[in-house]
Antibody, heavy 117, light 109 residues
Framework: QVQLQEAGPGLVKPSETLSLTCTVS?????????WGWIRQPPGKGLEWIGS???????EYNPSLKSRVTISVDTSKNQFSLKLSSVTAADTAVYYC??????????WGRGTLVTVSS | QSALTQPRSVSGSPGQSVTISCTGT?????????VSWYQQHPGKAPKLMIY???KRPSGVPDRFSGSKSGNTASLTISGLQADDEADYYC?????????FGGGTKLTVL
């Protein structure tokens, strides 16, 4: 079955860039769908960060757009998130998900990223 | 765009029905039939329960149903079970952005 797995540093310093990858197994990203990133600060709700189409087109949350880059590497069957100039407010569990669209039908288990010096 | 508005909490006894509302605007919930609902147990990833307002993915019990009227979508859970106790989030397409609700904690008494 299709599975998604996030990977990346669990600790990032303020003002630096947060980088995460999502590896997809059981399905070839190049075959279709959007692929998205969603985050959840501790004890708070979900926030959509952005999504990328398999061919590379992107859509971003307007409130994060200036700091976000999502890319896809079909050769590795991965897509990635970069969030620049992070602050403590970016501390969250980051999920990758398949964006059908416009609903998220498959999710990774999530990875906690803490922004702290 | 602003987050969709959900009640912070709802509760019900086993066997009863509860409804969770999700209020947006004509730019999101009211403008598209692309509302989805997610169930999240503590420490777990969200799980898709309803998509396209009222469709259920394979494997989701028919006790879960969705509807929409104007700018407000609703999730109804009938025949409440203990395992239904979780956080529930709505999400709507908003003409490119996807917008989530703030979440509702369902307590099964």
């Amino acid at each position: 079955q299709v599975q998604l797995q996030e990977a990346g540093p669990g600790l990032v310093k303020p003002s630096e860039t947060l980088s995460l990858t999502c590896t997809v197994s059981g399905y070839s990203i190049s075959s279709g769908y959007y692929w998205g990133w969603i985050r959840q600060p501790p004890g708070k709700g979900l926030e959509w960060i952005g999504s990328i189409y398999h061919s590379g087109g992107t859509e971003y949350n307007p409130s994060l757009k200036s700091r976000v880059t999502i890319s896809v590497d079909t050769s590795k069957n991965q897509f990635s998130l970069k969030l620049s100039s992070v602050t403590a407010a970016d501390t969250a569990v980051y999920y990758c998900a398949r964006d059908d669209p416009w609903y998220f039908d498959l999710w990774g288990r999530g990875t906690l990223v803490t922004v702290s010096s | 765009q602003s987050a969709l508005t959900q009640p912070r909490s709802v509760s019900g006894s086993p066997g009863q029905s509860v409804t969770i509302s999700c209020t947006g605007t004509s730019s999101d919930v009211g403008g598209y039939n692309y509302v989805s609902w997610y169930q999240q147990h503590p420490g777990k990833a969200p799980k898709l329960m309803i998509y396209d307002v009222s469709k259920r993915p394979s494997g989701v019990p028919d006790r879960f149903s969705g509807s929409k009227s104007g700018n407000t979508a609703s999730l109804t859970i009938s025949g409440l079970q203990a395992d239904d106790e979780a956080d529930y989030y709505c999400c709507s397409y908003a003409g490119s952005p996807r917008v989530f609700g703030g979440g509702t904690k369902l307590t099964v008494l």
